[in-house]
C-alpha cells in the first residue's frame, strides 16, 4: 500500500538521532581529546551543529531539483557512472560509521559482560537482528527506532541520574587553556564522525524541502542527550584517566558510592545501548544497500544484507587485531567522513548548478 | 453529495441488505442472502410444474434424501402450485398454516404476482426468476413456491432451523457492559449490529465469498467512518479466496493474510455485539460469517487485540489503569521468565544476594539444568490450561487446582523443580491470563518461548537480539494497510491514545478526523 | 514463506558460529562478598574470602551467616585456584562489596595489590568499599556476622551506612582511590574498624546440636555487651598506597567536616570554668574554600547547630556565647590539629589539590605527582561561623 510522502518521519528522526547520539558519545578518540583536555561536552555538540551545514546544503538541492531523496538527487546530478562510483563511497562512508559503535558495544560486552566467550558469537547475536532490519526495509527500520527511542531515553537518563552522588565539577578542571585553534580544530574534526548518519539519513524518501527539517529535528534531538552525557562523564572521571577508559559511560554506574538495588542494573543499560546501536547500523546500512542497488539493479534487501556482513566481518577483524586497527580507525575517523561529504556536496553542487543554467 | 447519492441507492435497494427490506422489487436475477449458485449462471425456471418438480427433486436428491419436501398442491380454481422446501430448515408448521392452506382455499388464479399479494399471510416473501438461486435459497432455509407456467417463483422466508439463542458471551466476559453474544445465524448476528447501531449509514453488504460449502458472509461498515479503499481491497481479497475452504472466522483470516509463520492475529474475533459495533463506529469493517459465532474485524492494531470493553465501560482514569495493568502482565508473561533465565544463567551479579541465596538453596537437590527446569514447568503450565479447556464443566476447574496447586507442590517436595522457578512461571501464566484476546495469548506463549530460548543461548545478549527481531517483525505487518504497532510506531494512521484510555468527547469519528472515539 | 526461509537460513547459519557464551548456573558458584588481606607468614598474602551462605529454613536457625575461606598465596589468583581446588563450585566476585586490609598489610603498601587486579575480568564494581582493620583480617570479617541472620551482605553494608550517619567514618571505594592516585587530586583515606573479641553477644556457640550455652547469662559484670564484635573506629591516612596515620572516630568527624562530606556530628564542650558540659548537635555545614593572594587556603564553614542537652541552670545568653564563641573557635582548633595530622602523615586528606586545581588552566592534565606535592605544600586555615538553628537568626 502506498504511504504518503511524509510518512515514517518521526521514526526516521528518532533513528537518526540515536545514531547521532551514539557517534558524539561512544566513538570519541579518547585518547586525543582528553590529552589535550578538550571540553568535550562543548566541542562535541558544537561539532554536531557545524556537521549540518553539508546536509542542509543537499536538503537545499534537493529542493530545487525536485528530488524525494539522495538517490533521485545523484540521478539529477551525474552520469549513471558517477552514480554507481558515489554510491560506492556512501556505502563505504556507512560500512564504517556503522562499524564504530557495534564495535564498541562488542567490546564492552566482550570485556565486562561475556568475559568467557569468544568475539564471534557475541557478534553472531549482533548479526542476526542487524540482518534481518536490513532485510526488512527502512519503514521497519524508523519503526523499531521510534519504539526503542523513548527506552534508550530513559536508559540514558538513568545512567545520568543514577551516577548524580558521585559528581564532582572539580573534575572539570583544569579548565582548557586559551588555544582556541586546537578546540576548534577538534571541533571540525570531530563533526565528521555525524557526517554519514546525517547525508546517508537523506536516503529516505520524503517530500522535497522537509530533509533540512529533518535533519535538524534529529540533531536537536540528540543534542541534549550527547552535551548532558558528556558532561556526566566529565562530572565522574577526572581528564586524567578518562584517555584509558573505553565507555565511560557505561562505567560511571559501575563506580557510583554505595548499595542500590537499581544500581545494578548498568548490564541492562548496556543491553539497551546495543540495542540502539545495531538499530543505527541497520539505518545506515540499508540506506546505502538503497543507493547501491538503484545503481546496481539488485534487489535491496540483499544488498543491505550483504553490507551488513561485511560490517560483522569488519568488527570481527577489528576485535582480533585490536591495535593494529585502531590505527587504521583513527584514519578512517576523517577520511571515512569524506567518503561520504564529497560525493554528496558534489551532487548537491551539481544540482544548483544545472538549476541554475536551466 | 456522492455519499448523500450513494446513501439513497442504498435505500432504494439497489444495493442489497442481507437484512431485506421487505419491499416488493424487481425480479432479482441473483439471489438476495445466498452467494453465487454453484458453478452455473442464470437457469430460467421451467414453466410446466413438472419439470419443476423432477428438476428440484433431481437437485435436492428427493427421494434418497428424506428431508427434501415437494408438494403439490391445487387451489380451487384448479390451478397447482409446487412448494419445495427442506424440512429441518424450514418452519413446515408456518408452511402449512400460512401458505398452503391458503393457497387450498384460494379461488384466485396461481400466480406469483397474484399469491404474493392476496393469497399467502407470509412477511419475507420476494420473486425469483433464476431456479439456480431458488433451490439455492431452498438449501438455506426458505421455501420456494413454483406455478404452472409462471417464469418466476416466490421465495417464502420461513427459516425455521433450530439456533442457539443469544446467550452470554463466556470467552469475553466483563463486570459491566451487555452480555449477550452472537450466535450461528447470520440473521440473528446482523440483528444484533443493527440494535447498536440504528444509523441510516450503517451498510451490510454481502461479501463476495465463493466456496464449496455455499457459506454466506456479509461485511458490516459506517459509511462515513469506513476507508473506502480499504472496503474495496476486503472485497477483493473475498473474491480471491479459494472456493474449496470451509469458512469460518479463523479460517477466513488465514486467507486473509496468507498462511504466515506469524503467530500474531491480524484480526479480531469477537463474540461481542457492543464490540464489534464500537470497531464498526472507529471506521473498522466487520466480516459476519454464517455457522461462526464471532465477528471478524479488521484493519486491526496490537493495541485492538490489548483493549477490553469493559475499559471504555469505566471513567478514564480507571480505565487508563486497568489498560496499564494489562500491558504490564502481558510484558511479564513474555518477558520474566527469559529474564529471569539470562540471570540465572549469565548475569548473578545484577541479582541481590538474597535472591542469590535464596535460588541457590532452593535448587539444592534439583537435578535438572535450570534451563530445562523453566522450559519443562512451561510446558507443564500448557499442558494444564489445554486440560482444563477440554474437560468441560467444574472438572475442568478442578483441574487447574490440581494441576495448579497439588503438581506445583508436589514438584517443589519432589525436587523436580525449585519454588522460585515455580513462581516465575506461575507469575507468568497469571500475566498471560490478562491479555484480552485468546489467540494473542497463545502468541505471547509462543513469543515467551522463544524469549526462554534465547534467554538460554545468550542471556541478555540473546534476549536483546530476540527482542529486535520481534519488534521488527511487529513493524512491519499491517493488516489492510494499517501498521500493526500504529499509533506507537508509526504515529499516524491509527485511534489515539494506544495505552492510556482516550477520553470520549461525542466528536467526529472515523477516518474524517483521524481521531476516532476509544474503542473497545 | 520466503522471508521465513531467509530467517531460517540465517538461524542456520549463525547458530553453529554462535557457540556456548559460557553459561554457568546461578547454584555453580559461591559469591564472594568481602575480600580480605593479610600479611602471609609463608607467602607474600594471606587473602580471606568471606561467602554468603545459602539461606535455607535450616540455616536461619544456625549462628552466623558467611562462609569463610583462606589462603596463603603470592597472587590473587593463585589464592582463587588454590581455594577452587577445594570446593564444590566456582567463586563469583560480581557481589563483592568490600575489601579489608589489615592495618600491617596496609602499613606495607599492600593497597597496591588494588591496582594490580583486573576488575573488569572478575567483574568486580569499582564501587566496593576499601576498609582497613586494626586486628586481623579474619577477625574483622567473622565479626561482621551476626547471630541468626544470614543476610551478611546486608549487615556489613549496614554497618556501613549506619556508621556514617554518625559522622564518624568516611566512606571510600577502589574507584577513589585509583582516582586518587592517577590524578593525585586528594589523598586516599579509609575507614579503619577493630574487633572486640570481648563484646559478648547472644550468639550461641554450639559445638554440636545439642549444646547449647547461653553466652549473656555467663558474661563477666560490666561486660559490652550486644551487636557486632566488628566496629568501625576512625579513618586510616594514607600517602600513596601506603597507611601512615591514623585519625579515631572524633577526629574523623573533623575530618568530614574539612572536607565537604560531613552528614552530621555531635560535639562535647565543656564551659571554661569546667562547671558544665554542653553537648551540641551539628545539623548542617556550608563549606567554601578560598585561595588567599600569598596562595595560603582559607576553609570557610558555616554550621547550624542545637543544643542537644544542657544544664538546666544555664541561661540563654550563656548558651548563646557558648554557641556562637566557643564552640567555633574549639572546633576551628580541633580542625587545625587534624589538618596537621593530616599533613605529617603525608596525606592530602583536606583535599588541597581539588582547591588548587580549581585555580589551573591548561592544555593537558596536571601530573598526579607534582598536584599531590603541591598539595602538601599548602595548610588550610579554618574560619568558622556558628549558627544556633533553635535562635531566631538560626531560622
Known amino acids: 500500500m502506498k504511504y504518503p510522502p511524509n510518512s515514517g518521519r518521526a521514526g526516521l528522526i528518532a533513528s537518526v538521532g540515536t545514531a547521532l547520539f551514539f557517534c558524539g558519545v561512544f566513538s570519541i578518540e579518547g585518547t586525543r581529546a582528553y590529552a589535550q583536555n578538550v571540553p568535550t561536552y562543548i566541542a562535541i555538540p558544537l561539532a554536531l551543529l557545524l556537521s549540518l551545514a553539508p546536509v542542509l546544503l543537499a536538503a537545499r538541492a534537493m529542493k530545487r531539483a525536485g528530488a524525494r531523496n539522495l538517490g533521485q538527487l545523484m540521478r539529477f546530478s551525474f552520469s549513471r557512472v558517477f552514480c554507481f562510483a558515489a554510491s560506492l563511497s556512501l556505502a563505504a562512508g556507512a560500512l564504517f560509521a556503522a562499524a564504530n559503535p557495534l564495535a564498541d558495544c562488542a567490546r564492552v560486552l566482550h570485556k565486562l559482560v ?13 548479526f542476526v537482528p542487524l ?9 521497519c527500520i524508523t519503526r523499531t527506532g521510534l519504539i526503542m527511542a523513548a527506552p534508550l531515553a530513559a536508559s540514558v537518563a538513568a545512567a545520568l541520574l543514577t551516577a548524580v552522588p558521585g559528581y564532582d565539577t572539580a573534575r572539570l578542571f583544569p579548565l582548557p587553556g586559551c588555544e582556541i585553534i586546537d578546540a576548534a580544530s577538534f571541533t571540525a574534526s570531530y563533526s565528521f564522525a555525524f557526517l554519514p548518519v546525517l547525508i546517508l539519513s537523506l536516503v529516505f524518501p520524503q517530500n522535497p524541502g522537509t530533509h533540512s527539517k529533518t535533519a535538524v529535528k534529529a540533531a536537536l534531538f540528540a543534542l541534549p542527550f550527547i552535551t548532558l552525557s558528556l558532561l556526566a562523564v566529565r562530572l565522574s572521571y577526572p581528564a586524567a584517566m578518562l584517555g584509558g577508559i573505553s565507555m565511560p559511560l557505561y562505567r560511571m554506574g559501575l563506580v557510583r558510592p554505595g548499595p542500590g538495588f537499581l544500581l545494578r542494573l548498568d548490564k541492562l543499560l548496556i543491553m539497551l545501548w546495543l540495542a540502539g546501536s545495531i538499530i543505527s547500523a541497520a539505518l545506515l546500512l540499508r540506506c546505502a544497500g538503497e543507493l547501491l542497488s538503484d545503481a546496481l539493479g539488485v534487489r535491496k534487501g540483499l544488498t543491505a544484507f550483504m553490507l551488513a556482513l561485511i560490517c560483522i566481518m569488519s568488527v570481527l577483524a577489528e576485535a582480533h587485531g585490536a591495535e593494529r586497527t585502531a590505527v587504521i580507525r583513527s584514519y578512517l575517523f576523517i577520511y571515512g567522513a569524506l567518503l561520504t561529504l564529497v560525493p554528496t556536496a558534489a551532487a548537491s553542487l551539481a544540482a544548483l548548478f544545472k538549476r541554475r543554467m536551466a | 453529495m456522492d455519499r448523500f447519492q450513494a446513501l439513497f441507492r442504498i435505500l432504494s435497494g439497489k444495493i442489497k441488505s442481507a437484512g431485506g427490506t421487505g419491499a416488493p422489487d424487481p425480479v432479482p436475477r441473483s439471489g438476495g442472502m445466498g452467494c453465487d449458485s454453484e458453478g452455473s449462471g442464470f437457469r430460467p425456471i421451467p414453466k410446466k410444474l413438472s419439470s419443476v418438480e423432477r428438476e428440484a427433486g433431481e437437485a435436492l436428491n428427493f427421494p434418497r434424501d428424506p428431508d427434501a419436501v415437494l408438494r403439490r398442491v391445487k387451489s380451487r380454481s384448479g390451478e397447482e402450485a409446487l412448494a419445495v422446501c427442506i424440512s429441518g430448515l424450514t418452519d413446515e408448521a408456518r408452511l402449512d398454516e400460512f401458505v398452503l392452506q391458503p393457497i387450498l382455499r384460494s379461488g ?3 400466480t406469483p404476482v397474484a399469491v404474493m399479494q392476496g393469497v399467502i399471510e407470509v412477511g419475507e416473501v420476494r420473486r425469483e426468476a433464476d431456479f439456480n438461486a431458488a433451490l439455492d435459497a431452498v438449501r438455506r432455509g426458505s421455501a420456494a413456491l413454483f406455478f404452472q407456467g409462471a417464469d418466476s417463483c416466490l421465495i417464502l422466508g420461513l427459516h425455521g432451523f433450530e439456533r442457539r439463542q443469544v446467550g452470554e458471551a463466556k470467552n469475553e466476559q466483563t463486570v459491566l457492559g451487555p452480555k449477550e453474544c452472537f450466535t450461528e445465524c447470520i440473521k440473528t448476528d446482523v440483528a444484533l449490529i443493527r440494535r447498536h447501531i440504528a444509523s441510516a449509514e450503517l451498510v451490510v453488504e454481502q461479501a463476495p465469498v465463493s ?26 481479497k473475498l473474491k480471491e479466496m479459494p472456493s474449496a475452504v470451509y469458512l469460518t472466522g479463523g479460517t477466513a483470516e488465514q486467507m486473509l493474510f496468507g498462511n504466515t509463520l506469524s503467530p500474531m492475529p491480524r484480526v479480531l474475533l469477537t463474540e461481542r455485539p457492543d464490540r464489534a459495533a464500537s470497531h464498526i463506529l472507529s471506521g473498522r469493517i466487520a466480516l459476519l460469517i454464517d455457522g461462526s459465532p464471532e465477528a471478524v474485524i479488521l484493519p486491526i492494531t496490537l493495541f485492538s487485540l490489548m483493549n477490553s470493553p469493559e475499559d471504555v465501560y469505566m471513567n478514564r482514569a480507571v480505565g487508563s489503569l486497568l489498560r496499564v495493568i494489562r500491558y504490564l502482565g502481558a510484558l511479564l508473561s513474555v518477558l520474566m521468565p527469559g529474564y529471569f533465565l539470562s540471570l540465572a544463567l549469565y548475569h548473578q551479579g545484577i541479582l541481590s544476594t ?23 514447568l512451561l510446558i507443564i503450565f500448557q499442558l494444564i490450561r489445554e486440560a482444563g479447556q477440554r474437560v468441560p464443566g467444574s472438572i475442568g476447574q478442578a483441574i487447574g487446582i490440581i494441576g495448579g496447586l497439588i503438581m506445583g507442590q508436589a514438584a517443589v517436595s519432589a525436587h523436580l523443580a525449585s519454588s522460585v522457578v515455580l513462581i516465575i512461571v506461575a507469575a507468568s501464566g497469571l500475566g498471560n491470563f490478562c491479555i484480552p484476546d485468546y489467540r494473542t495469548q497463545l502468541a505471547a506463549s509462543y513469543i515467551r518461548l522463544a524469549f526462554v530460548i534465547s534467554a538460554w543461548l545468550g542471556g541478555l545478549l540473546g534476549m536483546t537480539s530476540a527482542l529486535i527481531v520481534m519488534l521488527a517483525r511487529l513493524a512491519s505487518i499491517e493488516s489492510f494497510g494499517m501498521p500493526y504497532l500504529a499509533p506507537l510506531s508509526p504515529k499516524r494512521r491509527a485511534a489515539r491514545p494506544a495505552l492510556f484510555r482516550g477520553p470520549i468527547t461525542g466528536g467526529a469519528i472515523g477516518r474524517a478526523s483521524g481521531k476516532s472515539e476509544d474503542v473497545m | 514463506m520466503k522471508s521465513a526461509v531467509i530467517f531460517i537460513l540465517i538461524l542456520t547459519f549463525i547458530l553453529p558460529l554462535a557457540a556456548c557464551l559460557g553459561p554457568v548456573s546461578i547454584d555453580e558458584y559461591g559469591y564472594v562478598i568481602s575480600i580480605g588481606i593479610d600479611e602471609g607468614k609463608t607467602k607474600k598474602h594471606y587473602f580471606v574470602f568471606a561467602l554468603q551462605r545459602e539461606l535455607t529454613e535450616a540455616d ?8 569463610i575461606l ?11 585456584a588454590a581455594i577452587e581446588a577445594r570446593v564444590p563450585y566456582a567463586l563469583s566476585f560480581s ?20 591496582r594490580e587486579l583486573s576488575f573488569d575480568s572478575l567483574k568486580v564494581r569499582a564501587s566496593a568499599a576499601v576498609m582497613i582493620s586494626e586486628g586481623t583480617v579474619v577477625d574483622f570479617l567473622g565479626g561482621l556476622s551476626a547471630n541468626n541472620d544470614a543476610n551478611v551482605s546486608k549487615i556489613q553494608t549496614a554497618v556501613m551506612l549506619d556508621s556514617r550517619m554518625t559522622g564518624r567514618v568516611t566512606v571510600m571505594s577502589a574507584a577513589r582511590l585509583f582516582e586518587s592516585m592517577d590524578a593525585g587530586s586528594y589523598g586516599f583515606c579509609a575507614p579503619i574498624g577493630t574487633t572486640d573479641p570481648d563484646i559478648v553477644t547472644s550468639m550461641s556457640e554450639k559445638k554440636t546440636e545439642a549444646e547449647g550455652e547461653d553466652p549473656l547469662e555467663q558474661a563477666e559484670p560490666n561486660a559490652r555487651i550486644g551487636g557486632l564484635k566488628t566496629y568501625l573506629s576512625g579513618t586510616a591516612l594514607f600517602s600513596g598506597l601506603v597507611m601512615t596515620g591514623v585519625l579515631d572516630r572524633e577526629q574523623t568527624m573533623y575530618l568530614n567536616l574539612a572536607n565537604g562530606e560531613f552528614k552530621t556530628g555531635t560535639v562535647s564542650l565543656d564551659t571554661p570554668d569546667g562547671e558544665y558540659t554542653f553537648v551540641i548537635t551539628l545539623l548542617s555545614a556550608k563549606r567554601r574554600v578560598k585561595r588567599e593572594e600569598d596562595s595560603a587556603v582559607r576553609i570557610e564553614l558555616r554550621l547550624s547547630a542545637a543544643v542537644h542537652s544542657a544544664p538546666g541552670q544555664v541561661t540563654p545568653d550563656t548558651l548563646d556565647k557558648v554557641m556562637t564563641e566557643q564552640l567555633p573557635s574549639e572546633l576551628e582548633k580541633r580542625l587545625s590539629e587534624v589538618a596537621s595530622l593530616a599533613h605529617e602523615a603525608g596525606c592530602d586528606a583536606m583535599r588541597m589539590g581539588l582547591t588548587l586545581l580549581r585555580g589551573m588552566r591548561g592544555t593537558a592534565p596536571v601530573p598526579p605527582n607534582e598536584l599531590r606535592a603541591l598539595a602538601l605544600s599548602v595548610t588550610p586555615e579554618f574560619r568558622l561561623t556558628v549558627v544556633n538553628a533553635e535562635s531566631a537568626d538560626g531560622l
Open chain 2, 108 to 110: 384466485l388464479p396461481l
Open chain 3, 95 to 114: 557481589r563483592v562489596g568490600f575489601f579489608v586490609f589489615s592495618g600491617k598489610a596496609a602499613q606495607n603498601g599492600a593497597l597496591s595489590l588494588l
Open chain 3, 60 to 67: 536461619a536457625q544456625n549462628e552466623g551467616g558467611a562462609v
Open chain 2, 211 to 236: 466456496n464449496i460449502s455455499g457459506t454466506r458472509a456479509v461485511l458490516v461498515y459506517h459509511f462515513s467512518a469506513a476507508k473506502p479503499e480499504v472496503v474495496e481491497k476486503l472485497r477483493e
Open chain 1, 114 to 126: 561475556y568475559d568467557g566467550a569468544a568475539y564471534r558469537s557475541i557478534l553472531a547475536f549482533v
Open chain 3, 70 to 80: 583462606a589462603e596463603e598465596a603470592d597472587g590473587f589468583d593463585e589464592a582463587v
Open chain 2, 354 to 376: 538474597e535472591v542469590l541465596s535464596t535460588v541457590v538453596a532452593s535448587r539444592r537437590m534439583v537435578f535438572e539444568p535450570i534451563g530445562a527446569e523453566l522450559l519443562l
Open chain 1, 131 to 139: 540482518a534481518v532490519l536490513c532485510v526488512k526495509g527502512l519503514a
